[in-house]
């Protein structure tokens, strides 16, 4: 479990088979939600070391499972093992041989494979540009897409994992020469990227990103449930050129994301103790068929909301 020194960083290296515990951010404003996909038990290991201007990670989790992250100031780098299916990030295939860039500021949804470990390096957004600037000569390129992968030749996939590892297994090793050496190799695996594979399709999927991005937002600030038709309409653009956005970078139709995410709101609200009912639970957040509700809300949280609602009222009493 977590532990600190008085001067030193965080470490936290643990085994769960609580999906709750496992969804407990990083310090330094990241966010996190877990959905689980698959059938089975739930069960993941954690390695984790929040220093003061970076956060190193590797986890491995089963079954599948959907996660919604909010990067907030951090950039995050993450690299996956070999040896099994690639994880999906924003609709993409990330494999062993690639490296993804998650900007900050960014709502990423990916799927994870059961039992394919991963690495992840958070570097603060200030930290980028001056970097990019002192390798380069320039500042880098701008670019909207919330994710971006670039090829990860073997030697400096290599060097990466040697330096994650380093900062795991020793967080006292942790400081400005081993901080400089993995932001180095992550940038410059983008910056060495083969520049017309890269180009290819580059507007078509910023444009595609550029939608998907501001239903996520328009979804976060909305307080009361909103219709696709709304949404269409505020964002405007088609009901097809947004299920088609909305299918490539999330994996499902506009319709159902959002309803998804009603779902996350309700599940909140009873875990937090904010209703006295499933029925306040369900309405509050537009959902009038109670049984359908029920019935999703299993599916995707793997419990019923009567559950959840009496779990929380025990541990207040």
Same mark, same amino acid.
């Given at each position: ?11 936290? #290296? ?16 990241? !966010?996190?939600?877990?959905?689980? $996909? ?22 491995? /989790?089963?079954?599948?499972?959907? *996660?919604?992250?909010?990067? =907030? ?10 040896? =099994? ?6 609709? *993409?295939?990330?494999?062993?041989? *690639?490296?993804? &860039? ?16 991963? &690495? ?22 701008? &670019? ?11 030697? !400096? ?17 942790? =400081? ?15 910056? #060495? ?38 949404? %269409?309409?505020?964002? =405007?653009?088609?009901? !097809?050129?947004?299920?088609? %956005? ?12 959002? $309803?998804?995410?009603?779902? *996350? ?12 009912? /499933?029925?306040?639970?369900? #309405?509050?957040?537009?959902? &009038?068929?109670?049984? !359908?509700?029920?019935?999703?809300? $299993? ?19």
């Amino acid at each position: 479990m977590p532990s600190r020194s008085r001067s030193g960083p965080v470490v936290e #290296t643990f085994h769960t088979t609580d999906p709750d515990a496992f969804r407990v951010p990083a310090q330094g404003g990241l !966010r996190h939600h877990l959905v689980l $996909r698959g059938p089975g038990p739930f069960e993941a290991w954690r390695n984790r070391v929040v220093a003061e201007d970076l956060i190193v990670s590797r986890g491995r /989790v089963a079954p599948d499972v959907t *996660q919604h992250t909010g990067t =907030g100031r951090y950039a995050i780098f993450t690299l996956v093992a070999a040896g =099994g299916p690639p994880s999906i990030m924003q609709g *993409q295939p990330l494999r062993a041989d *690639q490296i993804a &860039w998650c900007r900050p500021e960014a709502e990423i949804h990916a799927q994870t494979p059961s039992g394919v470990a991963w &690495w992840n390096l958070c570097l603060p957004d200030k930290s980028l540009e001056p970097a990019w600037i002192a390798l380069f000569g320039s500042p880098p390129p701008p &670019w909207r897409l919330s994710v971006r992968l670039a090829p990860l030749a073997n030697s !400096r996939r290599a060097s990466l994992i040697a330096g994650l590892s380093a900062a795991l297994a020793n967080p006292a090793s942790i =400081g400005p020469t081993l901080r400089d050496g993995l932001l180095r190799l992550a940038l410059e695996a983008f910056a #060495t990227a083969d520049r017309e594979e890269e180009a290819a399709g580059t507007e078509a999927a910023a444009r595609r990103a550029a939608v998907v991005d501001a239903l996520v937002a328009l979804a976060d600030r909305s307080k009361e449930p909103r219709s696709v038709l709304s949404v %269409c309409a505020e964002l =405007g653009v088609p009901v !097809r050129t947004l299920n088609l %956005c909305c299918t490539t970078l999330l994996g499902m139709a506009a319709g159902q994301y959002l $309803r998804r995410r009603r779902l *996350q709101r309700s599940y909140a609200d009873l875990r937090a103790g904010m209703v006295t009912s /499933v029925t306040e639970a369900a #309405t509050r957040h537009g959902f &009038w068929e109670l049984g !359908r509700f029920a019935h999703d809300y $299993r599916a995707l949280f793997g419990e019923r909301p009567s559950d959840t609602l009496r779990r929380t009222t025990e541990q207040k009493a």
